[in-house]
């Protein structure tokens, strides 16, 4: 089976990523395949839910196993204390959707699981270390780390960025290929193919020699995208300083799958921000 690079580790699996670089030979983190249907689930309890589009949501059941990931439109998930996932996919689900989930939140899961923070942001690398923009979907995270990757900064991730809370703290790459819409590619003068998604953008997986290293890096900054509503403002771009106290609560309101987490990891997960905002500058 080929082995994938993600997040700085190797996927096992006979599934096809398309979006990913292959990987080295070595031990893999992760193993992933596609089994007709998942073994039932005893002393189930459910720890949180989250709402992807329309009435489809997605939830995260703790079982006498391990864990459970239903996702309404794609299929389930299981995740394995030993690095194992499992998925029972639905007919109807489309090959890149069940891609998505796995890479998205189902593995964000499992690094939590490991003692990661998985926050949802695209992040590039400066001398300085790696910066991360987090905010809501559509906000112009990833337009804004391509628009500066094209200004020569490296890229490290797009969506979800794996962070070591150290210390010090360290940022994991992210996933290699950059989901865009086509408004931003034509804007930024960018390759016309790529793998064309049912969410209405366009993976474009960068050349070997602009795709993240495996190493993880320094964390150096992390900002709290908005949009510019007020176009009088005579700054094009407004840096506001966000003290601890309050760069804490904004960035747990951006750590992927917290909602699937549920409220009995909210702890763990301020625990794990703290040293992050004590040393790393949040805007």
Known sequence: MPLYSVYGNRLDTDVSFPELAL????????RFR????????HDAVERGSELIYGNVHARLFAHRRGLRVIIDDTGDFDIAPNGVIVAATKPEAWDDFVRNHLLGRVLAIAMFEAGWLPLH???????EGVVAFLGPNSVGKSSLAVALTTLGATPVADDTLPIEA????????GLPAVRVRDD??????????????????TALLPPPEHRPP????????????????DLSREAVVLRIPFPPVLAAPA???????????GPTAVPTILQRISPIVGVVPVH
């Open 23 to 30: 990987a080295d030979r070595g031990p893999a983190r992760w």
């Open 34 to 41: 596609i089994d007709p249907e998942l073994p039932p689930m």
């Open 121 to 127: 942001a695209s992040a590039i690398e400066t001398p």
């Open 166 to 173: 150290g210390p010090p703290p360290r940022a994991w790459p």
């Open 184 to 201: 931003v590619r034509e804007a930024l003068h960018l390759p016309q193919d790529g793998i064309a998604t049912h969410e209405g953008k």
């Open 214 to 229: 495996r190493a993880p890096k320094p964390l150096a900054g992390i900002y709290l995208v908005a949009p510019n509503e």
């Open 251 to 261: 960035i747990l309101a951006h750590v992927r799958a917290a909602a699937m987490l």
